[in-house]
Structures are given as C-alpha cells and as structure tokens.
C-alpha cells in the first residue's frame, strides 16, 4: 500500500470498485482511491494507438483492433473491464490518448485550463472517475492547502477591472467564465500524484455534495510520451 495514499486524510482506499462507488465522502476525505497494481503492458497499448489530434478519443473496438503481445493483451482486458464497470454503473466513462491540452493564454494574471489546480462542478449529484493507464499521472492536492484564485488580492483586483465592461453582477461574471472553480497551491504545500493504473473518484461541486469538491490538475506531459487515460 502507498503510504502517501493511506496516511492522507484527504483520500479513503478501496479495495474494490464496489467500495470505490458506494462509500460516501466525509469531513477531509473527498477522494477515493481503488488501489491497484496491475499486470499488462500499458505503454505498448499507447503505442500502438494512433494520436489523430491532440486528444484522441479511443473506442472499444479501437482496442479490439490491435494486435497485442501476451502483456498487451492483459492491459487491453484491464481497461475494457475498467470501461464496463463505469458503464454499468452509469457513468459515461471515455478513454483518451493525450499529447496536450489546450493552453488558456487569455490572460497573463490568471489560468483556467486543466493545468490550473481547479474543481470540476456540475448541476446535478456526479463524481469524477479519473485513471492514468500510461504517461503522467495528475495531482491532487488538500482544499487548506490552496487558496481560490478569485479571493488572492492582487487577482481580485484585475477580474473587477476586467468586469467593469460587463453588465452582469460580479459573482456571476466570476461563475460564468469559470474563475471561481481555479485554485492556487500555498507555499509549502504538497500536492499528492495520483499514481499509474489506480481508478480513482473525486468530490465534484455540486448541491448535493457534503464535502469539498476535489481539487486537481492535469500534469505537464512529458515530451514524446502520450498519456492514455480514462476518465468520466
């Protein structure tokens, strides 16, 4: 077991899917892990797919047509599987490969790309599922750990300048371009990587939600490696 998953307050394990969808988020804990070390060779699958754009949606019959070795051919099973648990459960799962996501470069004093630690909402009760199969893994990173981006001063400042041109009230001018969902890490904080091939769920902002929404980012990719990730 990871200690840096086990020790945290922030994270609960599970030891099955079964656990990782029916155990309800309370006080810290916004994030479930279900644990995994898993047989299969990942990056082979990852290889073999072809990038068509940035993000590549891959399908099921994507998979199916690749011609794999033994250790391929474990990994593929893992994920399809992974990709039938959601769907059973309900969720919309999809598998990506990944060179980059698009950059926000709008403005210079604030980001609100996926790079950017930052909560995921939604209007009606959802979750998260995230697993990195190959590539980099994403961060998480405790809520006292970070402060939202709208309420750093300096940060403040220019949104109500930029405002000042709308005729909507300021907390909606906020929610509508999505600044409020952005957080920045504190001095000294230390964000948590998810890990490879762990599925994990994560507190989304929502009226129902009882804790904290989940914050995280997307890694910087490494270069010439493309992420295969799933998530929904």
Not at 5 to 16: C, E, H, K, L, V
Not at 130 to 142: E, P, R
Not at 152 to 168: N, W
Not at 187 to 208: F, I, K, T, Y
């Amino acid at each position: 077991m990871n200690n840096t998953f086990s020790n945290s307050s922030q994270i609960g394990i599970a030891n099955t899917f079964s656990e990782l969808v029916n155990t309800d988020f309370k006080g810290e804990m916004n994030a479930l892990c279900w644990f995994r070390e898993l047989e299969g060779d990942f990056k082979e699958i990852a290889e073999k797919l072809q990038l068509k754009e940035n993000i590549t949606a891959v399908s099921s019959e994507d998979l199916l047509a690749l011609q794999l070795s033994d250790q391929g051919n474990k990994a593929r099973e893992i994920i399809l599987n992974d990709l039938q648990l959601l769907t059973d459960f309900g969720a919309s799962p999809s598998l990506n490969l990944l060179k980059c996501y698009e950059r926000d470069h709008e403005f210079d004093f604030i980001s609100t790309d996926v790079y950017s630690f930052h909560v995921d909402r939604s209007p009606i009760a959802t979750d998260t599922f995230l697993c990195t199969y190959h590539g980099v893994a994403s961060d998480i990173i405790s809520n006292d750990q970070a402060e939202q981006k709208i309420l750093i001063p300096e940060i403040r400042k220019k949104l109500k300048e930029l405002h000042d041109e709308s005729s909507e009230d300021f907390e909606s001018f906020l929610e509508e371009n999505y600044f409020d969902l952005h957080y920045q890490a504190k001095p000294n904080a230390s964000p948590v990587n998810l890990g490879l091939r762990h599925l994990w769920r994560l507190a989304v902002d929502h009226p129902e939600q009882q804790v904290a929404a989940c914050i995280h980012r997307a890694p910087v990719e490494n270069e010439g490696e493309n992420r295969l990730l799933l998530i929904c």
